[in-house]
């Protein structure tokens, strides 16, 4: 399986990507806003685009769809609960669905609801797996929930889907948030070694050559999966003093992002 992220260098701050079967050349674009960009590439390396794939609703991933579709013809897949927000879905997905791109590469759908309630990660069923997750889960950060989400479908996204997934997992998020994101871990963590670590490699990458994580460093540097740390409970308490002394986890994942909501 070959990956070729794409940085769109927009305003938003968009990752779009290329999943290719190195044995066919043949495509999968997901979440391609940026056509243009994913159509150059897939020229310089002689792929063809058979397939696109939206993440989710939001208009920063569908944008790209019409210029795609009218250019390659690509079947267009979505959450088949989207069908009536993203127009022209070829073929709607649930959990455990599987997309099979050319002869060799197999993506498995999660239904990861939460940034909104119409989301798909993908996870390619390779030696060392890789996790497509759009805005569920970013560098080091978790999705927003303010246009069409909630909350607490996001904490059961992540505690009961994303933390089960092997800790070697390549995290290949759709946007470029990780400087600011590992400033707000180390707000809530001043003491996470890792956290500062990982920042002063990234603070100034090139976002077209970016940093590929797995879910075991999330495990050490994002906040929302740190909800069992005494210093971001401590902290939380200090904004938070009604909460307990020893919270559930639930609980500080969603003060995190009430936080995270304002900072």
Not at 2 to 31: H, K, M
Not at 170 to 175: A, F, Q
């Amino acid at each position: 399986m070959i990956v070729e992220q794409i940085w769109t260098a927009n305003a938003y701050r968009n990752f779009n990507y290329l999943i290719v079967c190195p044995e066919s050349g043949e495509a999968l674009a997901i979440d391609p806003l940026d056509h243009e960009k994913c159509l150059a590439a897939a020229r310089k390396n002689g792929w063809t685009i058979t397939q696109i794939l939206n993440t989710h609703e939001h208009g920063d991933h569908t944008g790209g769809n019409q210029a795609m579709i009218s250019a390659t013809g690509a079947k267009l897949l979505a959450h088949h609960n989207a069908k009536d927000r993203i127009p022209g879905v070829a073929r709607g997905l649930a959990a455990g669905d599987v997309i099979k791109v050319g002869r060799t590469v197999e993506l498995e759908c999660l239904d990861t609801p939460g940034h909104t309630m119409c989301h798909i990660c993908l996870r390619s069923h390779t030696d060392t797996p890789a996790l497509f997750c759009g805005d569920t889960l970013f560098n080091a950060g978790a999705g927003n929930c303010h246009n069409g989400g909630h909350p607490s479908e996001l904490y059961q996204t992540f505690a009961d889907q994303l933390a089960k997934l092997p800790d070697t997992t390549l995290v290949y998020p759709g946007h470029d948030y990780i400087t600011n994101n590992l400033l707000f871990t180390l707000d809530r963590e001043p003491d996470n070694a890792d956290a500062k670590v990982l920042y002063e490699k990234v603070e100034n990458q090139d976002p077209g050559h970016a940093y590929v994580s797995t879910l075991g460093i999330e495990k050490t540097v994002n906040t929302f999966f740190r909800l069992h740390s005494p210093t971001v409970i401590a902290r939380l308490r200090e904004t938070f003093p009604d909460l307990p002394e020893n919270p559930d986890p639930r609980t500080v994942f969603l003060k995190l992002r009430e936080l995270r909501n304002k900072w």
